[in-house]
Antibody
Framework: EVQLVESGGGLVQPGGSLRLSCAAS????????MHWVRQAPGKGLEWVSR????????IYADSVKGRFTISRDNAKNTLYLQMNSLRAEDTAVYYC???????????WGQGTLVTVSS | DIQMTQSPSSLSASAGDRVTITCRAS??????LAWYQQKPGEAPKLLLF???RLKSGVPSRFSGSGSGPDYTLTISSLQPEDSATYYC?????????FGQGTKVEIK
């Protein structure tokens, strides 16, 4: 089955760190650019970061630049998001998403909830 | 960054009605536009890409059109199961941006 499964979310205090994972199956993971997108409770979708297929090129939203790091392990078919210096406004469901749009587009996973609170 | 302006923010229509949602980009995006449907508690689901290409399995009552900076999602005959929030998204830029969303309710 073609799917993306996010994990690693949880409750963390402000200033803390968390690493999210996205396990890909049923697709040639190493061929695709990958993205993280988040959705704060009751809010819209916000793009967070993108990594190219080889892992050498990354870009970030201004809201997370310098605090978050995207990476990937193509041997493990897994995407990561290292989140440091977390703030209350980072509270959201985090989704991973494939970058290439065509008819075989991989559905987004259910996401993983990150709650930043003391 | 490319800004996406989506309207309306919400609408209420009856089953069988024709519904249109618009999305305007701050610059031309060469049809690099996707539309998603999101129901409460679920992940966004891709409906269309390349502005007008319907993803397989999506009902044909959904259609997309547009060019340059202006795009439209149309539901030709609204069904009760179409109650959801719809988002446009540009992928012309490597840093994606999304519209603010349109909540569609069935009267």
């Amino acid at each position: 089955e073609v799917q993306l499964v996010e994990s690693g979310g949880g409750l963390v205090q402000p200033g803390g760190s968390l690493r999210l994972s996205c396990a890909a199956s049923g697709l040639t993971f190493s061929s695709f650019w990958m993205h993280w997108v988040r959705q704060a409770p009751g809010k819209g979708l916000e793009w967070v970061s993108r990594i190219d297929s080889g892992g050498s090129s990354t870009i970030y939203a201004d809201s997370v630049k310098g605090r978050f790091t995207i990476s990937r392990d193509n041997a493990k078919n897994t995407l990561y998001l290292q989140m440091n210096s977390l703030r209350a406004e980072d509270t959201a469901v985090y989704y991973c998403a494939r970058g290439l749009f065509r008819d075989d587009y991989t559905p987004w996973g259910q996401g993983t909830l990150v709650t930043v609170s003391s | 960054d490319i800004q996406m302006t989506q309207s309306p923010s919400s609408l209420s229509a009856s089953a069988g009605d024709r519904v249109t949602i618009t999305c305007r980009a701050s610059l031309g995006i060469s049809n690099s536009l996707a539309w998603y449907q999101q129901k409460p508690g679920e992940a966004p689901k891709l409906l269309l890409f390349a502005a007008s290409r319907l993803k397989s399995g999506v009902p044909s009552r959904f259609s997309g059109s547009g060019s340059g900076p202006d795009y439209t999602l149309t539901i030709s005959s609204l069904q009760p199961e179409d109650s959801a929030t719809y988002y446009c998204q540009q992928y012309y830029s490597a840093s994606w941006t999304f519209g603010q969303g349109t909540k569609v309710e069935i009267k």
